[in-house]
């Protein structure tokens, strides 16, 4: 899929990587994967979500690669990365392990954040040896581990089997979504986005997610029905921190504190007023000090520790 798609101009233009590269999943997926910014800087990994695709990062790409190398990749399906009839959560796991093997070198750490469905390939990887080697620190943006379609609120009914039921017929569906229209971005505002969301972030966000091809959505949909990774929040053992609009319907706040609860170091979780499912765009400010936050007190600080053991 091709990014011309997307947003052209203005601050929600994705960057141009400073080189592109591809990395072979297990399965001989071939994902495709982005690197901005200095060679030798920090690295941060970015793992977008369901429907999404690199250019959801933009924000985050802009501001960190100035002193970071940020390493963004699209999941299989989305954005350029083929289509792949292995939908789990298996195979997220292996695509993200791929992509740290290909770009991070040996012994080198990196902050992983990721942003619902990113954060549950997160949380699928969390027992891979790739993660255990490479991962210094998480962010988990507006996700969840289980139960996803049952605590959806996007329907403004009472919980139970019916809101249920009728939520996950919405989710899954085969229509096609069509061109990005004025009431295509009304609807995708209500499920997605809080209510104060500026018109050039919604229009950002209606041309990500319309690019996604229908197959790719419905397929993934299924595999977000019946999440159940609570065993991989356990798994999560480096420092962790949750970022969570209070707005949101897709994830709402009882998944933050659930994957809290849960996570052996968690560090603590932000909730973002009035914000709904697509933190990094709506809130791209406090969700880009809380990569650079992390980075600096897991990466950073442990490379200072190190290069100093090195030549004492």
């Given at each position: 899929m091709s990014r011309l798609a997307h947003v052209a101009s203005g601050p929600y233009t994705p960057p141009v990587a400073a080189r592109e590269l591809t990395a072979l999943s297990a399965d001989g997926t071939r994902l495709h994967v982005e690197?901005?910014?200095?060679?030798?800087?920090?690295?941060?990994v970015l793992a977008h979500g369901w429907t999404c695709s690199t250019a959801f990062w933009a924000a985050q790409?802009?501001?960190?690669?100035?002193?970071?190398?940020?390493?963004?990749?699209?999941?299989?399906?989305?954005?350029?990365?083929?289509?792949?009839?292995?939908?789990?959560?298996?195979?997220?796991a292996d695509d993200l392990e791929a992509v740290l093997t290909a770009t991070l070198a040996s012994g080198e750490r990196a902050v992983i954040a990721g942003h619902s469905m990113g954060g549950m390939t997160v949380m699928a990887a969390s027992g891979r040896p790739a993660f255990a080697a490479h991962a210094a620190?998480?962010?988990?943006?507006?996700?969840?581990?289980?139960?996803?379609?049952?605590?959806?609120?996007?329907?403004?009914?009472?919980?139970g089997r019916v809101r249920t039921s009728l939520t996950r017929r919405i989710l899954c569906s085969r229509l096609p979504l069509g061109p990005v229209?004025?009431?295509?971005?009304?609807?995708?505002?209500?499920?997605?986005m809080g209510p104060a969301s500026a018109p050039g972030m919604v229009e950002?966000?209606?041309?990500?997610?319309h690019a996604c091809p229908r197959a790719v959505r419905h397929a993934?949909?299924?595999?977000?029905?019946?999440?159940?990774?609570?065993?991989?929040v356990r798994e999560v053992r480096v420092p962790a921190e949750i970022v969570i609009g209070t707005a949101d319907?897709?994830?709402?706040?009882?998944?933050?504190?659930?994957?809290?609860?849960?996570?052996?170091?968690?560090?603590g979780v932000t909730e973002l007023p009035g914000v709904g499912h697509m933190t990094p765009i709506e809130a791209p400010g406090p969700v880009t000090e809380r990569i650079r936050a992390l980075v600096a007190a897991h990466v950073?600080?442990?490379?200072?520790v190190v290069s100093a053991e090195e030549s004492a």
């Open positions: 690197v901005h910014g200095p060679e030798r800087a920090p690295a941060v790409i802009r501001e960190l690669s100035t002193d970071h190398r940020v390493i963004a990749y699209d999941q299989r399906g989305h954005g350029r990365t083929p289509a792949s009839p292995a939908c789990t959560t298996d195979a997220l620190a998480v962010l988990l943006c507006s996700t969840g581990s289980s139960r996803l379609v049952d605590e959806s609120t996007v329907l403004p009914m009472k919980a229209t004025p009431l295509a971005r009304r609807l995708l505002k209500y499920a997605t950002a966000c209606a041309r990500i997610v993934w949909s299924r595999v977000l029905g019946e999440l159940d990774l609570d065993h991989g319907r897709l994830t709402p706040p009882v998944h933050a504190r659930t994957l809290a609860a849960a996570l052996p170091q968690c560090l950073t600080a442990h490379q200072q």
